[in-house]
């Protein structure tokens, strides 16, 4: 479930290092979680939504391992056992059941249910995706590597792009550095990306690979952007500091967390 490594030419000296390594490691225990799968695949995944949990309680104003960043992170982790074990509507109503008790203790609080309640949905729902898509023992594995490769090559497309070509910004309020080029950039290039998946792995026809490939570029750095709305909002410039020279767990998940719900309705429809 994780992002690619970010862009890195253009780093500080001081935080290059740190990138490199991180992103490189971040890959790596990716992949290797994507392979493996089973257990190992969903113990990943719930650990990071659980970390993610603790973020989003953070980032709205909450304390650290505050008791709504508890209860959130208990039920995505929940949720993701049960999807596991082929509960997924367990696993739903244990998500639901967690924001209508958020939304009837978070005013007491002196807390804002809309947000605690959107990240608890924000977070929790591509994991149950992520459990359930590699969960499939015919297209799983496949699929969420498809995913990081297309994931990964918009951000690298997209970043040489808006470096090269620069021209007008892409949403200059929320993300200063984002260029339309770099949009048109990352798409193609992970266009190409799901069309190269779909070669190797004999998928018909292409076109279509190409099409969902292109679809979810675009999605992910709408997600992206969504994420870079919401630190505005709060004031922030990372969601958290876990990961050396990234930022938040988050920061380096938007766009798979925004398109991990589309590859999973993607399948039910293909498959």
């Known amino acids: 479930m ?12 001081d935080t290059l290092g740190a990138r490199l390594v991180s992103g490189v490691v971040l890959a790596v225990i990716a ?20 970390l993610m949990a603790y973020e989003w309680d953070r980032l709205c ?23 596991h074990t082929d509960r997924v509507v367990p696993a739903v109503m244990l998500v639901l059941a967690g924001a209508v008790l958020t939304m009837i203790l978070a005013r ?14 924000y977070i929790s729902i591509p994991g149950i995706c992520a459990v359930w898509i590699r969960g499939d023992e015919e297209w799983g594995r ?26 007008p910004k892409l949403a200059p309020s929320i993300s ?11 798409v193609a290039a992970a266009t190409v990306a799901a069309l190269l998946v779909g070669q190797l792995a004999d998928l018909q026809p292409l076109w279509v690979i190409a099409l969902a490939g292109a679809l979810l570029s675009l999605v992910g750095q709408i997600g992206d952007l969504g994420k870079s709305k919401v630190k505005r909002h709060f004031g922030v410039k990372d969601s ?21 719900p589309l590859l999973a309705i993607a ?3 293909w498959v």
């Open 2 to 13: 994780a992002s690619a490594p970010p862009e890195v030419l253009g780093a500080r000296p």
């Open 31 to 50: 992949i290797a979680g994507a392979v493996i799968g089973g257990w190992v695949f969903t113990l990943l995944i719930a650990a990071l939504g659980m």
């Open 61 to 83: 104003g909450g304390p650290a391992y505050g008791p709504f960043g508890t209860m959130h992170a208990a039920a995505i982790a929940g949720a993701c056992v049960a999807t």
């Open 108 to 121: 007491g609080r002196g807390r804002d249910p809309r947000w605690l309640v959107g990240g608890l949905l």
């Open 142 to 167: 496949l699929a969420i590597l498809g995913l990081f490769a297309v994931i990964w090559s918009t951000d690298t497309g997209a970043y040489f792009a808006g470096k090269t070509i620069g021209g």
């Open 176 to 186: 200063p550095g984002k260029t339309w080029a770099g949009l048109v950039g990352g």
């Open 240 to 260: 958290g500091s876990l990961i050396p020279g990234h930022g938040g767990i988050i920061d380096r998940l938007d766009s798979t967390l925004a398109t991990l």
């Open 267 to 269: 399948l039910i429809l």
